[in-house]
């Protein structure tokens, strides 16, 4: 187990749960929290710059940085490595840091094990049809893809009982209220605490993960 000086901040999410949006929104209003690059071996998506969304590297690279034990955590979503550099996150959290970590829930349990103080949280969308169009509205999808995304976030979903805290991605502006509330440690986060939301939402809930 790690001993760690910053605050080490977990965030998880479906595939169109709004996660990216709301981690850029957070972080633009606390600057003193960042974000930790992942380094992906999938292609650049419109707009995506090299080294500030993320690191693009092919599986050749990846697979060098794989066996020099230089990741956190790695996973294999929709067809592409994703990766957490171990170093940057170690350093960053040395000297004080605040740091959030985008990541699935298989990384998110990895993280967790070796970081038992960091705080995971899972971001829903609000139903299951507001998930299909939202990615129908990214238009970065075909409908097979878009299918294959909607049964992996069903699947993703149904392990949110092991995260701290769940926010509703239902109002925007909501949402990232919600989710200073955690980073700030407010007191009335305890309201978005998994068990209370598990309990408050349950009919969603249940809905999101058949």
């Known amino acids: 187990m790690e001993s760690i000086k910053g605050n080490l901040f977990i965030i998880t999410a479906a595939s169109g749960a709004g996660k990216t949006s709301l981690v850029k929104a957070l972080v633009n209003d606390k600057p003193n929290i960042k974000v930790s690059i992942s380094f992906t071996t999938r292609n650049p998506r419109v707009g995506e710059v090299d080294g500030k969304d993320y690191f693009f590297l092919d599986e050749v690279n990846f697979e060098k940085m794989v066996e020099n034990n230089e990741f956190l955590e790695m ?18 959290l040395d000297k004080g840091e605040d740091i959030i970590l985008e990541i699935d829930y298989q990384g998110a349990f990895k993280v967790k094990k070796l970081f038992p103080d960091s705080i995971s949280i899972f971001i829903i969308p609000p139903s299951i049809r507001a998930l299909e169009d939202r990615l129908h509205n990214r238009g970065q999808d075909s409908e097979k893809d878009i299918k294959l995304r909607v049964a992996a976030a069903r699947n993703e979903m149904s392990h949110l009982d092991k995260f701290d805290y769940v926010t509703i991605n239902d109002n925007f502006e909501k949402a990232l209220f919600e989710l200073k509330k955690i980073v700030n440690f407010n007191p009335e986060a305890l309201k978005l605490k998994t068990e209370n939301q598990i309990l408050n939402h349950k009919y969603l809930i249940d809905e999101l993960k058949k």
Do not use: I
């Open 75 to 92: 996973a294999k979503c929709h067809g592409s490595l994703y990766g957490t550099s171990k170093l940057t996150v170690k350093e960053a």
